[in-house]
């Protein structure tokens, strides 16, 4: 039997109106929402109600400074945060309903002890550090979700496939021991973070795992990092939660990167992130980016098809790009710096 | 190691174009080193944003034309926000040198004014390791008075 697939979402859909030219629009969660219905799951997919992240809940992953600024920014109608990033008079609303929902995924899956959720919202949270937004993000969806679980003694993995770097959440969890963060990303590349040395602060020297692929990169390369490269440090960790930023813009189509993976690609990547959840119920999907329309609507049914073992014919996994190598050199690399942050953490 | 360093943002907005001469006569009054930082964002490396050609021939013209020896002029661009790079320039200057100055103009590409939230050069002014100066889009060039 199928398990069941919980859709906390779609937000985004009308409000943070970023303009018809801005990639980071909202036609994408449309596109993503054809993605879903190409399951022909029809009324089985679970909706769960979802409202405003209240602010206390928000402050725990960011400054209460900068989200009082947030407020007050749109509420005096918005503008250019920075040459990416910008705001509307409803964004703030739009924000905390994004934020919302990955919280309501998460009860609907712990009270249900099965089935896989999945986050389709906007604006998109990974850039969104403790105190500034940046890279279309202004809350960090999956880190107030992860938040929600370590601040009841949980563990909780984070996978970021998106193709760029999430340096809000490697800010947000630098010192956490409670919190794993696994990147795969495109460098060189925005936001120009992410190289295999930044590990983790001094209470969680390791838990920082940044696994660069160069321009061109395919599929292959991705799953080795996280199935090979990771899985090691995954399985010590032992999470208890299992959290996706799942950006489709390392698509070989969308027009913000340069790697060249299929929609088949992201279905294998799940198969391997699925099989790091430690029981039924504890995997969540949180939408980040991709940008291309038609990638974003196929490798959305390819990847929850995959997950949820569906029959789906996506294009076949992409293999022989570069950056296996460098993988293999950059764990060496890594070794040598969580070494560093041991020794200057030492009494 | 080079004494100072001077280190400017350039995003090619009047405002910037503004604070890098100012930056290049400080420099060359100082005998420091320039370095003029161009950030390149989401939209940038997309093509969608409006700086995607801008490349470092005008910053460099424009800071030689103070006199500036351009043996002392760099230029360079970094994946990231403004705010961001020039604060990674800032860093990477002071293994490099005993005194770092980080300049910038007031007004961005963005065009916002006000708050903090929009504002790279009040953000700068917050974070930065290294004394920061904020050249007033409508000050004259050669002053030597930030804020």
Redesign the interface.
């Given at each position: 039997m199928t398990p069941p697939l919980i859709v906390a979402g779609p937000t985004g859909l009308i409000e943070h109106d970023g303009g018809p030219?801005?990639?980071e629009r909202q036609v994408r969660v449309f596109a993503v929402m054809e993605g879903v219905r190409d399951l022909d799951l029809g009324d089985e997919i679970v909706y769960p109600e979802f409202g405003e992240a209240p602010l206390e809940v928000l402050a725990r992953v960011h400054a209460r400074a900068?989200l009082n600024?947030?407020d007050?920014?749109c509420a005096q109608g918005g503008?250019?945060?920075?040459?990416?990033?910008y705001?509307r008079g409803d964004s703030w609303v739009a924000a905390r309903r994004a934020a919302g929902a990955g919280l309501a995924a998460l009860a609907e899956l712990e009270a249900r002890r099965e089935g896989v959720a999945f986050v389709p919202v906007r604006p998109p949270g990974h850039h969104a550090t403790v105190d500034?937004?940046?890279?279309?993000c202004l809350v960090n969806n999956v880190a107030v979700a992860a938040a929600s679980r370590t601040a009841r003694g949980e563990r909780v993995l984070i996978v970021d496939w998106d193709v760029?770097h999430g340096?809000g959440t490697q800010d947000i969890f630098w010192d956490d021991p409670d919190v794993l963060y696994v990147s795969t990303h495109q460098h060189?590349?925005?936001?120009?973070?992410g190289r295999p040395t930044e590990v983790g602060g001094s209470g969680a020297p390791g838990l920082t795992l940044n696994l660069p692929v160069p321009p061109g990169a395919t599929g292959d390369v991705l799953r080795a990092a996280i199935d090979e490269v990771a899985r090691p440090t995954i399985e010590e960790f032992a999470p208890d939660w299992v959290l996706v930023s799942c950006g489709f813009d390392a698509h070989e189509d969308d027009?913000?990167s340069e790697t060249r993976l299929s929609s088949g690609d992201f279905a294998e990547l799940a198969r391997v992130v699925r099989e790091f959840a430690p029981a039924p119920g504890r995997l969540a999907l949180f939408l980040e980016g991709g940008?291309d329309l038609d990638a974003l609507r196929a490798s959305v049914e390819a990847t929850l098809a995959a997950l949820l073992d569906l029959p789906s014919h996506p294009p076949p996994p992409t293999v022989g790009g570069p950056g296996l190598t460098r993988l293999r050199d950059d764990h060496t690399e890594r070794l040598r710096a969580i070494d560093r942050v041991h020794d200057e953490g030492a009494p | 190691m080079t004494a100072s360093v001077v280190v400017v943002g350039d995003d090619g907005s009047d405002g910037a174009r503004h604070a890098v001469e100012w930056a290049a006569r400080t420099a060359a009054s100082s005998g420091a080193e320039l370095r003029i930082v161009h950030a390149v964002g989401l939209l940038e490396h997309a093509g969608l944003a409006g700086a995607a050609t801008l490349d470092g021939d005008e910053a460099i013209a424009r800071a030689t034309s103070t006199g500036l020896d351009p043996g002392r002029v760099h230029w360079s661009v970094d994946d990231g926000d403004p705010c961001t790079a020039l604060l990674r320039a800032a860093d990477r200057a002071l293994e490099d040198a005993t005194t770092v100055l980080l300049v910038v103009g007031s007004r961005g590409a963005g065009g916002h004014t006000g708050t903090l939230l929009g504002s790279t050069s009040l953000e700068l002014a917050e974070h930065s390791p290294v004394p920061v100066t904020i050249v007033p889009l409508h000050g004259r060039a050669g002053d030597a008075a930030g804020r």
């Open positions: 030219r801005h990639p900068y600024e947030l007050a920014f503008g250019d945060i920075d040459p990416d990033t705001a500034r937004a940046m890279g279309f760029h340096n060189p590349l925005y936001p120009g973070t027009p913000l940008y | -």
